[in-house]
């Protein structure tokens, strides 16, 4: 039985781990690899079952095979996996699966695709999270975590867990102050700085977040996440100019308050300078992830580079 995930890499990761307790494997009778992990020995080690008592095999496919290096040798450990047992157990996490890979993992045996939830998925995501650990909320709290955290559903998660354990129903205040964090809702400050060309206030607001603790890549996840809201509000504006806040939130698909500030500052933007956004948001994510920069430095050149181009003429900006 090959079991494989794909999708979001925390979604994926816990739901294998998820099946493989369903399937009454305890951590002495799993065997992981994944960083170095050589084809050749997959059917091996699906066969110990047989011979060492009961075992399921994991492979982290994400951290076994990375860029154009690891394309053949993850193609030969999927052909190696041909050749497994029909009564082994193999769970594999491959979360950037492309829809080829997904085909064929159907083939070998059962693929769960769960992609990141966004926007109001996210949202809903939220909230059955919190019913699944009995945490009892005002309706509010959802969006507010989605607020709070943007797209880091680890994060999210272990949140979830620290509020399970208080008893009655939690409303959005007590959450606020139970988390204590700075709210993704505060990148929507630093994209107010960078778009008015405040270069000062831009840095000053980058430095707060990462001085309160915020980690570079989660601002610069929450970074993304809002400016993809202000992309879609600057087409929805181009389409069917302002629109009441209500009908804004339900047509992104967000929160009233994200929806009304991404409204704001597209009212600034074009599609020209969201492309010089984009460009500038990966160049300072491939930086902070390779180590190429110091993190910090990385975010506040990014605060100073952005705010910068939004200081210029506009004629310049969308040239």
């Given amino acids: 039985m090959i079991l494989a995930f794909s999708g979001d890499p925390f ?8 099946a493989l307790r369903e399937e009454g494997f305890g951590s002495s009778e ?21 011979l060492f008592g009961r075992t399921a095999v994991f492979l982290d496919f994400a951290a076994a095979f990375q860029g154009q290096a690891g394309v053949a040798p993850r193609k030969a450990a999927m052909q190696a996996l041909e050749q497994v047992p029909e009564d082994a157990t193999v769970v594999v996490v491959d979360p950037t699966a492309t829809a080829a890979r997904q085909k064929a993992w159907r083939r070998l045996g059962r693929l769960t695709h769960q992609p990141t ?26 969006a507010l975590l989605a607020d709070l955290f943007g797209e880091d559903l680890p994060g999210i998660a272990a949140e979830i867990e620290k509020l399970a354990v208080l008893e009655g129903e939690l ?14 809702r505060d990148a929507f400050d630093l994209i107010a700085a960078v778009v008015a060309g405040n270069e000062g206030e ?13 980690a570079a890549p989660r601002l610069l996840g929450a970074l993304s996440w809002q400016f993809m809201l202000v992309a879609r509000a600057v087409g929805l504006r181009e389409r069917d100019g302002d629109l009441p806040g209500a009908a804004v939130a339900k047509e992104l698909g967000v929160a009233p308050f994200a929806a009304g500030k991404a409204m704001d500052v597209a009212r600034g933007l074009d599609e020209a300078a969201l492309r010089d956004v984009f460009a500038t948001l990966v160049e ?11 993190s910090a430095w990385a975010i506040e050149r990014l605060a100073l580079e952005l705010a910068g181009r939004f200081g210029r003429p506009m004629a310049v900006r969308s040239s």
């Fill in 11 to 18: 979604l994926a990761r816990r739901s294998a781990r998820a």
């Fill in 30 to 50: 799993i065997v992981e690899r994944g960083a170095g992990l050589d084809p050749d020995e997959i059917p091996r080690l699906a066969s110990q079952g047989g």
């Fill in 117 to 142: 939830p966004r926007f109001g998925a996210l949202t809903g995501w939220i909230a059955k999270e919190l019913k699944a650990r009995g945490v009892r909320v005002t309706r509010g709290v959802p």
């Fill in 171 to 184: 409303d959005e205040e007590r959450v606020r102050r139970i988390v204590h964090r700075p709210a993704s």
């Fill in 202 to 214: 831009a840095v000053r607001v980058a430095r707060m977040l990462l001085e309160a603790g915020e």
């Fill in 284 to 294: 300072a994510e491939v930086a902070v992830k390779t180590g190429a920069r110091d």
